[in-house]
C-alpha cells in the first residue's frame, strides 16, 4: 500500500511539472477579410518571447524579443 501512495505521488507531481512548464504564452493574430495588415498581441512569459516572420524564402521579414509584459503590433504586409 505506501508503494502505491508513493508512485501515484510521484505521477502526479510529475504530470503538475509538465503542465506548469507547458505552458505557452496567449497569442492573438486578427485580420479583417482579404486585408493585407494584421494584428498581432500576445502576452510575454517570464522566460521570455521571440516573434519572427519570415518570408516563403526564409527572409526574416519582422523580429522582436521580449522579456516581460504586453506586446501589441500592427503589421502591414502590403508589397
Not at 496567449?26 to 516573434?51: E, F, I
Amino acid at each position: 500500500m505506501k508503494n502505491l501512495v508513493k508512485f501515484t505521488t510521484v505521477v502526479a507531481f510529475m504530470f503538475a511539472t509538465v503542465a506548469g512548464m507547458a505552458r505557452e504564452p496567449k497569442l492573438n493574430l486578427l485580420s479583417a477579410g482579404k486585408a493585407k495588415s494584421v494584428v498581432l498581441t500576445m502576452d510575454a512569459s517570464s522566460n521570455g518571447v521571440q516573434v519572427k516572420l519570415m518570408d516563403s524564402d526564409l527572409n526574416v521579414i519582422y523580429s522582436e524579443k521580449m522579456t516581460q509584459g504586453h506586446f501589441s503590433k500592427k503589421l502591414n504586409l502590403k508589397d
